[in-house]
């Protein structure tokens, strides 16, 4: 019996490190709730990409790229298109999409990843990030920022057309589609009224003819896409673009 009694009370270390495990499970959880508490309140504040910023800045220092280019900027699901050059060739093309951006992130930087590039066309996706967080965006909310951006643009770019790419709906983000689709129609009827701005829908690229999501373009999160969702992208936006910019594509294979 006193065996018995002293094993078990050499178990006393095992106890001891579950409690230690379980305290720091409680405070990793604890941890990252907290930062994406942090992230989700802060994130509507353009200063959180700074750093981001910065990192462009830092590059096109280093490499200035050429001007002229067709500008891609906007969000995350820019930011991961990796093959860009690669499935818009023959068109020369710079991404600058960053972070989990809005849409009013994108104006807010203009000056720094926009106009300094002199583009010959610019590509935007955001909005979709508006819909995020605690307080998301309305789809009134959502135009006004746009028809903010395109004011800032035609200020300092007034020849320069403007492609907006709609709002994708998502996995992650299904319950907000219908406010992302009411922000899509009314960008879609204010390019109607404007010819420097065009709409590009890439909804079909995401939605079976039901309407309902696909579920073979999206990577693991649910919100971005794989080679499959970019490549169907590609074949919705690169024949626009060819369309439309033929100069820009013929002082790349002729020379300037």
Do not use: C
Request: proline share 6%; glycine share 8%.
């Amino acid at each position: 019996m006193t065996k018995i009694f002293s094993f078990l009370g050499g178990l006393g270390w095992l106890q001891k490190t579950g409690l230690a495990i379980a305290a720091l499970i409680v405070l990793v959880v604890a941890g990252g709730v907290s930062f994406g508490y942090y992230f989700v309140k802060n994130q509507p504040k353009p200063e959180f990409w700074e750093s981001e910023i910065v990192k462009f800045e830092t590059q096109d220092a280093e490499y200035p790229p050429a001007l002229g280019q067709v500008l891609f900027v906007g969000s995350s699901s820019f930011r991961f298109w990796s093959s860009l050059a690669e499935d818009m060739a023959p068109l020369p093309v710079l991404n600058r999409g960053f972070g989990g951006s809005n849409l009013s992130h994108v104006t807010y930087y203009a000056d720094r990843i926009i106009f300094p590039y002199q583009p010959a066309a610019i590509v935007l996706y955001a909005g979709d990030n508006n819909f995020a967080g605690f307080e998301p965006s309305s789809a009134n909310d959502v135009y006004k920022d746009f028809k903010e951006f395109v004011s800032v643009m035609r200020a300092k770019l007034p020849d320069t057309p403007i492609y907006y790419v709609s709002i994708k709906p998502s996995k992650l983000r299904w319950k907000s589609w219908p406010g992302m689709r009411d922000a899509n129609a009314l960008i879609s009827a204010y390019s109607d009224t404007d010819e420097g701005v065009n709409f590009i829908d890439i909804s079909d690229t995401i939605l079976d003819d039901s309407g309902a999501l696909k579920d073979d373009v999206f990577i693991f999160d649910g919100l971005h896409l794989n080679e499959t969702g970019y490549a169907r992208w590609t074949d919705k936006i690169k024949p626009v673009l060819m369309r439309d910019l033929n100069e820009v594509v013929e002082s790349v294979t002729n020379g300037p």
